[in-house]
């Protein structure tokens, strides 16, 4: 079975400083992955997906994150931060070569951006 | 409707009597999935539902825990004898073949 490792539990960022979230997964075959976001209060929301093709995938609020096969990981990241993205953070994985839909979420990351 | 809408927002239970959680997921996805928040915990699959298909029970924590889908829509997840450690939040998503997820709001679950 597949799993999800966000190494990240909390970080703490000034506004206007760079992000990187770590996910690194387990699965020997082929996977989409994904980035959820929950602000405070809010639901899950989507934030970026990877199907296939180009490894850099851009989504919204100028996140973007990087599939690296080698290295099983999908890490996340922004260049510069603001105050409204504070929130909670998960990576999750689906293999894409089997049947099955369900996505197997890491524990997520909360992130927290000081004004 | 326009998004996946769960019932009650909150519900606080009595140890030992039963709860039932409703789901309504956006018209026309044929998948629909239940998963469970705790405090400081990520999202643990409970069950999965894809159109006709018998549904992935893998996730079900206990037999006090079932779920249904009538009619390829509505969801209901009932939980039997609810113990402390059911206390969570009870998410539901649907999902469509060329996309991720989409969340509904939650069900606060509260067993006292």
């Known amino acids: 079975a597949q799993s999800v490792s966000q190494h990240n539990h909390h970080v703490i960022l000034s506004e206007a400083a760079s992000l990187e979230l770590g996910c690194n997964y387990s699965?020997?075959?082929?996977?989409?992955l994904f980035w959820y976001v929950q602000y405070p209060g809010q639901h899950l929301q989507l934030l970026l997906k990877y199907f296939s093709g180009d490894p850099l995938v851009k989504g919204i609020k100028g996140f973007e994150a990087e599939f690296i096969k080698s290295k099983f990981s999908f890490n996340l990241r922004k260049p510069s931060v603001q105050w409204s993205d504070t929130a909670e953070y998960f990576c999750a994985v689906k293999p894409s070569d089997t049947g099955r839909r369900a996505l197997t979420f890491g524990s997520g990351t909360r992130l927290q951006v000081q004004p | 409707g326009a998004g996946v809408s769960q019932s009650p927002s909150n519900k606080v239970t009595e140890k030992g009597k039963d709860v039932e959680l409703r789901c309504d997921p956006i018209s026309g996805h044929t998948a629909l999935y239940w998963y469970r928040q705790s405090l400081g915990q990520g999202l643990e699959f409970l069950i999965y539902f894809q159109g006709n298909s018998a549904p992935d029970k893998s996730g079900l924590p206990s037999d006090r825990f079932s779920a249904e889908r009538t009619g390829g829509s509505v969801s209901t997840l009932t939980i039997q004898r609810t113990q402390q450690e059911d206390s969570a939040v009870y998410l539901c998503?649907?999902?469509?073949?060329?996309?991720?997820?989409?969340f509904g709001s939650g069900t606060r679950l509260t067993v006292v």
């Open positions: 998503a649907s999902s469509s073949i060329s996309y991720g997820y989409t």
């Open positions: 699965y020997g075959g082929t996977v989409n």
